[in-house]
């Protein structure tokens, strides 16, 4: 993690000595070795160590979003049905009945979102190019109402929220972050959001029960997707010729 600047400008501080919420949570007020990081980025999701996005992942011209979303589109078609929302759970090692879950909870309540008319789809189909449409609230805001990355708000999980270890979350600090992120009279966002990072954390936590900057930073361009499904297809092929 790149080295913290001191901010002697009172007009700059990032507390508020009334506020105490805001020295509980600080902010990024160190150089990230990134340019511009407050610019939400189309194409890459960049962090302090991976300054340039993920190495040798190809974006397809996708936003970040839409990357996010992407493996779950099968065929690579732009429409992700549900029976290809399951797939894409069951390809990442999850169990039958959180795939089924996953795929009517995400299909189910996003799906009209992404229509390009004010019809519904009659089988639950999400559009990829409007995945946008279905960012809720509640978040991060890691993604931007475009679909674009902010490395700024991703370092921000971590400054404010990674008290034990600066680049992993245990699942206490998870949950602090979902709590903290909980908008009024929200509750579609807040259930979301909750789920999101519940599924991440029972995918991602490694030995010791952290979920790394590394394994989330994955989950927003969806290159650790691919990974999970290349590590658990390799397993496979070498336990058969055993």
Request: with cysteine; proline share 7%.
């Amino acid at each position: 993690m790149a080295d913290r600047k001191e901010i002697n400008d009172p007009a700059l501080s990032t507390v508020a000595p009334g506020a105490p919420v805001t020295s509980q949570r600080p902010v990024t007020e160190y150089n990230l070795g990134i340019p511009y990081p407050q610019i939400p980025r189309a194409l890459v999701a960049p962090d302090a160590e991976n300054p340039s996005g993920t190495p040798g992942y190809n974006n397809r011209g996708l936003s970040v979003l839409q990357q996010h979303v992407a493996f779950f589109d099968r065929n690579n078609d732009g429409i992700i049905y549900p029976w290809e929302t399951f797939q894409g759970f069951r390809a990442i090692g999850f169990n039958l009945l959180r795939s089924f879950f996953g795929m009517v909870f995400i299909n189910g309540a996003l799906s009209y979102c992404t229509q390009d008319s004010w019809l519904p789809s009659p089988l639950f189909s999400l559009l990829v190019k409007n995945i946008h449409k279905a960012k809720h609230g509640s978040d991060s805001e890691v993604y931007d109402t475009e679909g674009r990355f902010v490395p700024e708000k991703f370092e921000e999980i971590f400054t404010k929220f990674a008290k034990t270890e600066p680049l992993r979350l245990s699942s206490e600090e998870v949950s602090a972050l979902v709590q903290a992120n909980r908008n009024a009279y929200d509750p579609f966002g807040s259930t979301a959001a909750n789920l999101e990072w519940s599924l991440a954390y029972s995918l991602l936590k490694d030995k010791d029960g952290f979920l790394t900057k590394e394994a989330i930073r994955g989950v927003y361009d969806g290159s650790i997707f691919y990974e999970i499904e290349r590590k658990r297809q390799q397993s496979k092929m070498e336990g058969s010729s055993a």
